[in-house]
């Protein structure tokens, strides 16, 4: 007799968020919804007892415990090559999925079969519904940015178009690119983009990936009445510093990648300049409040 395959391949990586696992995995097991699911875990060699965790308390969990931290990118990629599910969602271990989250996500695709993923309304621990969706980072919205138009004109959609601080998330409808912290991906968009580009083992490979599914034809969705629990930054804040450099190299990489050539030179070198400006400023900014704090 051959097992059915599950609907839903549930893929998570960690880096020394042990508790944080535990919560996630135990929502998924005891949430109610109706969805057949399998759980991927790829631990990134943490050193908190995440890996024995899962072993001992999770043993319906298929487990790839690393020798090294091959990132982020690559952990999801290792994940989706043991899926055997119709779909994928990633998942955050810091994130636990409301009752009848699942059904949800998986309903949007089959209600919208242009759809290649879809994410959930995200809510943070104050209770607040976090800002989880961005459009690309076009030049025009890094000009927003660097002159800071975007924090003056917040509700403006012109200039509040990178963040969306125009929108108050309760609609369903496309965006450009929500984080991967919760996203569920249909298996045959998925198939035919491939995963995520590991040359961006941190940062921007949920916005490559984004990116790649909108120029394959496939949309993306945001969907309120789908909700998660998400603490944020629980592996990134431990290293603040690295991360920062990080994701100013993947903001680079992902603008050479999909942006060189393809748009006027100048503009581009001059997006390129204000990404540096932007992060020497940041990184200034970072010295400051380490000596104000005595740190």
Known sequence: MTSTAPTLSICIVSWNTRDYLDECLSGIRETSDEVSREVIVVDNASEDGSADM???EYP???????DDNCGYAAGNNQAIEVATGEHVLLMNPDIVAHEGALDNLVDLLD???????VAPRLILPDGSVQASCRSFPTPD???YEALGLSRLFPRSRIFGK??????DYDDERPVDQPMASALLLRGAALKEVGGMDEDFPIFFNDVDLCKRLWDAGWQIWFMPSASMDHVGGASTSQVPRRMLVESHRSF???YRKHYRGSICPIIYVGALALLGIGYRLRLLARGMRRTTDGK
Do not use: H, K, Q, S
Request: charged share 30%.
């Open 141 to 143: 919205v890094v000009l």
């Open 252 to 254: 680079v990489r992902f």
């Open 162 to 167: 990178y963040r969306m601080t125009w929108w």
């Open 54 to 56: 899962v072993r001992d």
């Open 60 to 66: 319906e969990a298929t487990l790839i415990a690393n």
């Open 111 to 117: 209600r919208r079969p242009e759809a290649g993923a």
